[in-house]
């Protein structure tokens, strides 16, 4: 049978399409391009009643085929990527549950996005198949909702304005999380705790959690920044105290791995931060100091076993659950960056989305990362690559025409 790319029976398979994110990628692709459009696309996941539930609940005139595959089956993933020219995966953990899929997307030259936030994950994939991915075609991309687009746009989007307005780059970036509502899913969440579960066990995927270059390139994991931050600062610069945001644990690998594989278009010695905005005064101490010291004892529940089942598990919400409807359209985020110019000068840049980050928003990022990958033309080959290495100005177009983004210079 030939399956290249240009003759599968599918542009792109949404794989989990009955968990939580993936019904709402569902539900997107429904409304903005019904199957019978331009776009082919089918759902897939384990259970056959699950996903028939999904089409009827969305009452779906025109319904997707509905495919069935079992992540811990290498001849069942080889069978999906064999199919369509893009896969969509919204199970995770990862590391449970990813490996298999990507393996097959690699060597079956199918293009791949996710949700993931597992840096210790995608670097075993990367060190595995990024041979295989160059050599078949296949355009492997992590990291394609709230972590990590805004973040990686972002900071792309400034660099591109300090170039065209002043001539020259930004050698640091600051992303400060101003105000957010709308709080992670329990699939990001999972992925954390299975992230410091393997940490704990072995030494090396520690060191992969804190190491700020770890997702570079073999010879190129090195650079002027260090860890990020673990305590309550005030940044002189934003007037603000500031405290650890949980999610810079993979941006700032992100960011710094798109700057390695754009050739260094930031610069060698750039630097980036992300951090959560308190503001200033007592009562930003006073929020930032809650922060920092919750963070700090989920982390502790979480290292010891009898603390994650009684406490941890009981309180964060489950794979597949989430906030309703009403919820998620009154989510939002709102993000400034703050960049230095080589002269000192400062120029500053807001990102903002219009849904809550972790479930509204991340599934229409990760949609339209989906479709970019599957319908435009984009200068990469294969391989393992960040979202704006892989996609950059078809994807920055799509995010802000369709998926609810802005970008935009603060004066």
Not at 234 to 240: L, V
Not at 356 to 362: A, K, L
């Amino acid at each position: 049978m030939d399956v290249s790319p240009e003759k599968r029976e599918f542009d792109l398979i949404v794989w989990g399409a009955s968990g939580f994110t993936g019904r709402l990628v569902v539900e997107y692709l429904l409304a903005n391009y019904s199957p019978g459009s331009s776009l082919r696309w089918a759902i897939a996941g384990r259970d056959r009643n699950k996903l028939e539930k999904v089409l009827h609940d969305r009452a779906a005139v025109n319904p997707p085929p509905i495919l069935i595959g079992d992540s811990n089956d290498a001849g069942s993933m080889q069978q999906l990527a064999r199919s369509t020219r893009v896969m969509l995966t919204t199970v995770g953990p990862y590391a449970k549950y990813g490996t298999l899929l990507v393996a097959a997307c690699a060597e079956n030259g199918t293009h791949y996005c996710d949700l993931c936030g597992e840096p210790q994950w995608m670097r075993q994939m990367i060190d595995r198949y990024q041979q295989t991915a160059r050599q078949q075609g296949a355009r492997i991309v992590h990291s394609c909702g709230f972590d990590s687009i805004p973040s990686d746009f972002g900071v792309w989007f400034l660099q591109q304005h300090a170039l065209e307005q002043h001539g020259q780059l930004c050698q640091e970036i600051k992303l400060l999380v101003k105000a957010m509502k709308g709080g992670a899913s329990g699939g990001t969440i999972a992925s954390s705790m299975t992230a410091m579960e393997e940490a704990r066990r072995d030494r090396s995927i520690a060191r992969i959690l804190v190491d700020p270059y770890s997702l570079n390139p073999e010879g190129q994991r090195h650079g002027p920044d260090s860890r990020d931050q673990t305590s309550m600062v005030f940044d002189q610069t934003a007037r603000t105290w500031t405290a650890p945001f949980i999610m810079a644990m993979i941006n700032t690998k992100i960011v710094r791995r798109s700057n390695a594989l754009l050739d260094y278009a930031y610069g060698r010695d750039f630097k980036y931060s992300e951090v959560v905005m308190t503001g200033p005064g007592i009562a930003g101490w006073i929020k930032a100091s809650s922060i920092t010291a919750g963070l700090g004892a989920f982390m502790l529940a979480n290292a010891n076993k009898v603390t994650r089942s009684l406490i941890v598990e009981r309180l964060v919400p489950k794979p597949g659950e989430g906030p309703d409807r009403e919820q998620r359209e009154n989510g939002f985020f709102n993000l400034q960056l703050i960049g230095k110019l080589g002269n000192g000068d400062l120029i500053r840049a807001r990102v903002t989305g219009d849904r809550d980050p972790g479930y509204g928003s991340t599934s229409k990022m990760l949609s339209e990362s989906a479709v970019c990958l599957a319908q435009d033309d984009l200068s990469v080959d294969g391989g393992f690559w960040t979202p704006v290495s892989a996609m950059s100005e078809p994807l920055m177009q799509r995010l802000t025409r369709n998926a609810g983004l802005t970008f935009s210079i603060l004066e």
